[in-house]
Structures are given as C-alpha cells and as structure tokens.
C-alpha cells in the first residue's frame, strides 16, 4: 500500500493557461473523489468517480473544469483558463467501498499568476 | 445543507490532554471523522466512528460522540510537540461526500 499519490505536488501557472493534474489512488479502491481547500478552509468537495462512472460533480465545479477515470484507475482534473481564484490545494481521496473511510494524498497545490 | 463547526484554535502544554470539539448539523450523517494535516500535507485520516456509537479509543485518541446534540470531540492524551497541526472535523453519510469543517490549529507548547 503505497498511499494515493498525486502530480505534480506543485504547479504554478500564468491565468488563463489550462493545467492537468494526476491522482493515482490506493490500489484497488474503487472509489476516488477531487477535493479543493483554499488557504485557512477544510477541504470542498469536487466529485467523485466509482470505477470509471462520474457519479456526483459538486456545483463548485464550473464548465473549465474536467475530470476523467477512463480506466478506473488513474484520474485527471484538468481547468481551462485559469483564473486567479482557482488557486487552492487540489486534493484527491480513495476508497474501497461505500463504507470505509477515504484516504487522501498530499495534494497539488496550484498558484495562478 | 451540512456543515460542520469547530473552533479556530488551541494551546496546550506538552503532556497535558487536549480536547478538540465539532459540532454538526446533518443528521442523517453515519461516518465522523477526524483528520489531521500537518503544514504542506494532506490529510492524515486519525480515527472514525460510526453514528450508532458513543465514543472510541485507540491509543491515545479517544472520540466522544453526542449524537443528540450532534457534537463530537477528540481527546489527545500526553498531547506531545508531534501533535501540532490542524485536526478537521469531518462527516459523511455512507459513501458521499465528506464535509470538512474550517479546522482547529493545535499548538503544543514544549
């Protein structure tokens, strides 16, 4: 058990640039979920997938942004046209199953300039 | 909607216990958590407990949760400098979303 693992751990971007970032959750968790935490908040969530479906996009994720799990495995949050207030802590979190508790990696953190 | 209340901050000295308190509104929530972060990390999932239970040790955590008035806290013994962080209230219903609140900053004091 490695630990879910995301890239890269820093991305620091000119507005209106599109970045990507990647989330290799835990091993057979089925579940992964996108996380965003500005300074001094707790974590927002984004979505989450089960398997490769996209079951539940939260109304903060606007249309810059995208995620996939084409493979159910690996995911990608990418934004469009950055924007200053798109700076924040992009987290990701695994789960096995619908009733064990999510894990979460050390985030990317994204600086718009 | 949900949310989840805690306070801002918190002082201890070194060896004595500390007890972070939360409070929530949702109450159909069936998983409370706490995670701790420590500064340019993710979030370290502590301990969890489900809703049909009142309190939970392990170690040197022990969670107390008052489902009627939908308070939960967490209690760190010999709290030690290590301990220093920001530990997030959290709650989920099943599988969903979890819901953070803003987190409390421990300060431990040598």
């Known amino acids: 058990d490695t630990g879910v693992s995301q890239n890269p751990r820093h991305k620091i971007t000119k507005r209106g640039q599109n970045v990507t970032f990647r989330c290799d959750p835990i091993s057979e968790h089925n579940r992964l979920y996108w996380y965003r935490q500005t300074l001094g908040q707790g974590p927002e969530f984004l979505t989450y997938f089960q398997n490769e479906a996209q079951l539940e996009k939260s109304r903060l994720l606007s249309d810059r942004f995208s995620a996939e799990r084409p493979k159910g495995s690996f995911s990608t949050l990418e934004i469009q046209r950055t924007e200053q207030g798109d700076s924040a802590m992009y987290l990701c979190a695994s789960s096995p199953s619908q009733n064990q508790p999510q894990h979460f990696g050390d985030g990317t953190r994204l600086s718009i300039l | ?110």
Not at chain 2, 36 to 53: D, R, V
Not at chain 2, 63 to 86: E, M, P, W, Y
């Open chain 2, 1 to 110: 909607g949900e949310d989840v209340e805690q306070s801002l901050f918190l002082s201890v000295r070194e060896g004595d216990s500390s007890v972070i308190n939360c409070t929530y509104t949702d109450s159909s929530s069936t998983y409370l958590y706490w995670y701790k972060q420590e500064p340019g990390a993710g979030l370290q999932l502590l301990t969890y407990i489900f809703s049909n239970m009142d309190m939970k040790q392990d170690q040197r955590l022990t969670v107390l949760l008052n489902k009627k008035d939908k308070h939960l806290s967490l209690r760190i013994a010999d709290t030690q400098t290590g301990d220093s962080a920001i530990y997030f209230c959290a709650e989920s219903t099943g599988y969903q979303k979890v819901t953070f609140g803003t987190g409390t900053k421990l300060q431990v004091i040598p």
